[in-house]
C-alpha cells in the first residue's frame, strides 16, 4: 500500500524559510508525478509545484522563485524561501503513476495527511 507522509511545518517570521518532507512508503519510483499542493482557509486547493519521472517540473507563478521541489530516495522535499503571510496553508504531496506533469489536482491519485505552515509576525 502506497502511503505519503508530510512532515515539517510550523509557525514562521516573513522573509523566513522551512523545508517540507513527503515520505513515500510502498512504492516502486518508476513512472511517476509527485506534486505538492496547498489550501487556504477559504480558498480552493492550489498545485504549486511537482516534479515527473519523465518531463520535468512544473513551478507555478505564484511560488516561481521561491519554491522549489526535490527528491532524494524515497523522500520529496518542497524548500520554501521569503515565505509571504500569504503562503500560510496547509501543505499537500500527492503522486500519481503516470509521468506527465501537471498541477491539476484531480490528476492525483494518492495523497498525504497534509501539514500546516504559518507565515506571521
Known amino acids: 500500500q502506497v502511503q505519503l507522509v508530510e512532515s515539517g511545518g510550523g509557525l514562521v517570521q516573513p522573509g523566513g524559510s522551512l523545508r517540507l518532507s513527503c515520505v513515500v512508503s510502498?512504492?516502486?519510483?518508476?513512472?511517476?508525478?509527485i506534486g505538492w499542493f496547498r489550501q487556504a482557509p477559504g480558498k480552493e486547493r492550489e498545485g504549486i509545484l511537482c516534479?515527473?519521472?519523465?518531463?520535468g517540473s512544473i513551478v507555478s507563478d505564484s511560488v516561481k522563485g521561491r519554491f522549489t521541489i526535490s527528491r532524494a530516495e524515497n523522500t520529496v522535499y518542497l524548500q520554501m524561501n521569503s515565505l509571504k503571510p500569504e503562503d500560510t496553508a496547509v501543505y499537500y504531496c500527492?503522486?500519481?503513476?503516470?509521468?506527465?506533469?501537471?498541477?491539476?489536482?484531480?490528476?492525483?491519485?494518492?495523497w498525504g495527511q497534509g501539514t500546516q505552515v504559518t507565515v506571521s509576525s
Open positions: 500527492a503522486l500519481k503513476v503516470n509521468p506527465r506533469s501537471t498541477l491539476n489536482e484531480f490528476s492525483y491519485d494518492i
Open positions: 510502498g512504492f516502486i519510483w518508476d513512472h511517476y508525478t
Open positions: 516534479i515527473s519521472s519523465s518531463d
